[in-house]
């Protein structure tokens, strides 16, 4: 069944564009052009691939601005910070154009005491076709980090992008297509939400898509892992987190406080690696609270297309409803309203940002992700309660812990489950490092060595010299 998208500019309320789904026939002769274009790729010799993923980097610095400008138009984020996703992409291709040899280069094994003698090394080789399915909040990046890795490796991307954002979704393909990379070898798929289930089910068990990945939410990640195991295929699921920011008690609280507040707000919120849970030492908690509380009012919200604005619109009016209801049900569960709790004025989905003090385990801004500008200030006795409070969540994505002493806070992080642990510094992901999470935040890696070799066929070759 085909229906109309329409997306909306959120800062406003306007409609955007409008976009016809695609109907099964559609979606039939992506997949097999998808599928054909990415056998193909996957035999081009390495130094082809690389040349065009260097190709990307240069463009995507080309159409820089007008990338950008389509993002904050269809999902509200700060101009600047939009730019920035797109030259992080750009760092990101160049990474790995440099380094794709050192990543996917054969790896010879020394296999003494057999004879005849053996010769054996080890290969990364392309799987195929990869159906990735992406969320709006970061419209470019979150399809670069894994897109960038997977054709390095010589697979074919399948994008089905979160309808909100059709319109940057339709652009990044037209962008790998002025990088040089084949036509078809990236396609984007039109899919309107309601068609999303059964469309997404129905190309997991095909026989043509080789794995699949998802960034989002964990309902959607239970949906796709389940789909993936039925069909025995490599699934990545990069899903929700409830980072804690713990600051101890010798910490410097300026600098944590200022970063707390970039960690916090930064897209509004909306990311999955926000720090969302401040853990401060009881000694240190009324500084750092009211530096916080400051650094938070002190947030410019306003047009994000306005020079100096550092606070979109949520990108669509039920995240703003679902933000507001967790801040009420916090508050009327004996939660302390520091600044903020109240959606602002105007035709755009706005927020203010909004601080919570006196938060414990069983309030909705603990125990749930918040995903939006609102932040919880809870407090600890010491490292152990501090450490019991960052791991009293379902997610383990992250963890950032601040201390002057690196061996203490590299002790505090050692005891919390999470993928990632940053010291004195906010969570951010980088393509030299592995980037993903453990428990209910999903399981598999993007980036790095790691992110590269999941959508690849780790081989063996045994070979008896004659």
Same mark, same amino acid.
């Given at each position: ?9 959120? $800062? ?5 564009a ?5 109907g099964?026939?559609?979606? +039939?002769? &992506? ?18 691939r690389v040349?065009?993923? =260097?190709? *990307? ?19 509200g984020k700060p ?44 290969s990364?080789? /392309?799987?195929?076709?990869?159906? !990735? ?10 399809? @670069? ?5 997977? *054709?390095? &490796?010589?697979?074919?991307v ?11 979704? *339709? ?14 070898l990236v396609?984007?798929?039109?899919v ?5 289930p059964e469309?997404? +089910? =129905?190309?997991? $068990? ?5 794995a699949?990945?998802l960034?989002?939410?964990? =309902? /959607? ?6 789909a $993936?195991?039925?069909a ?5 699921l990069?899903?929700?987190g409830?980072d ?7 910490a410097?609280?300026?600098?944590a406080?200022?970063t ?5 707000f ?10 969302k849970?401040?853990?401060?030492s ?21 047009d994000?297309?306005? &020079?100096?604005? #550092?606070v979109?619109? *949520? ?6 409803? $679902? ?9 009327? !569960?004996?939660? #302390?309203l ?13 927020? &203010? ?9 069983? @309030? ?15 407090v ?17 994505l ?8 690196? /061996? =203490? ?5 050692k005891r919390?489950?999470?993928?990632? /642990? ?25 980036l790095a060595?790691a ?16």
């Amino acid at each position: 069944m085909t229906h109309v998208i329409t997306t909306f500019n959120p $800062a406003t309320g306007t409609r955007l564009a409008d976009y016809t789904s695609w109907g099964a026939e559609r979606i +039939e002769q &992506a997949v097999a052009q998808g599928h054909a274009a990415a056998l193909r790729w996957g035999q081009q010799p390495s130094d082809v691939r690389v040349a065009a993923v =260097r190709r *990307l980097a240069q463009v995507l610095r080309e159409q820089k601005t007008a990338l950008a400008t389509l993002m904050t138009q269809e999902m509200g984020k700060p101009l600047a910070e939009a730019a920035g996703e797109m030259e992080k992409s750009a760092v990101t291709a160049l990474y790995y154009a440099d380094n794709a040899q050192l990543l996917l280069g054969d790896e010879p094994v020394n296999i003494d005491g057999v004879n005849p003698t053996v010769e054996a090394w080890v290969s990364h080789e /392309a799987i195929g076709l990869v159906l !990735a399915v992406m969320p709006w909040n970061f419209p470019v990046w979150q399809v @670069m980090r894994f897109a960038i890795p997977s *054709l390095t &490796a010589g697979n074919g991307v399948l994008l089905k992008h979160s309808p909100n954002v059709t319109g940057s979704a *339709l652009a990044i393909e037209r962008l790998f297509v002025d990088a040089g990379f084949p036509v078809h070898l990236v396609t984007t798929l039109v899919v309107a939400e309601p068609d999303v289930p059964e469309v997404t +089910e =129905r190309l997991i $068990a095909d026989d043509r898509i080789a794995a699949v990945t998802l960034t989002g939410s964990n =309902r /959607a990640g239970a949906a796709v892992g389940a789909a $993936a195991g039925r069909a025995s295929k490599k699934s990545v699921l990069e899903l929700g987190g409830s980072d804690a920011f713990i600051v101890l008690d010798d910490a410097d609280i300026e600098t944590a406080a200022a970063t707390a507040v970039k960690a916090r707000f930064n897209n509004s919120g909306q990311s999955c690696v926000c720090a969302k849970r401040f853990i401060v030492s009881q000694a240190v908690a009324v500084r750092f609270t009211e530096l916080f509380v400051q650094g938070a009012r002190a947030l410019k919200v306003g047009d994000p297309m306005a &020079a100096g604005t #550092q606070v979109g619109p *949520l990108a669509r009016a039920d995240l703003r409803h $679902a933000i507001h209801d967790q801040v009420q049900r916090a508050v009327a !569960a004996g939660a #302390q309203l520091l600044t903020g709790g109240h959606a602002l004025p105007g035709d755009g989905y706005f927020y &203010a940002p909004t601080v919570l003090g006196h938060v414990r385990p069983g @309030m909705a801004v603990f125990d749930e992700e918040t995903f939006g500008p609102a932040a919880a200030v809870i407090v600890a006795r010491d490292d152990d309660e501090a450490v019991h409070l960052a791991n009293a969540t379902p997610f383990g994505l992250s963890v950032s812990v601040w201390s002057a002493s690196t /061996a =203490r806070a590299v002790g505090v992080a050692k005891r919390i489950t999470s993928g990632a /642990a940053f010291i004195n510094a906010m969570t951010s992901s980088d393509a030299r490092v592995p980037f993903g999470g453990t428990k209910k935040s999903g399981y598999g890696r993007e980036l790095a060595a790691a992110g590269v070799r999941e959508f690849c066929n780790t081989r063996t070759y045994w070979v008896v010299k004659s």
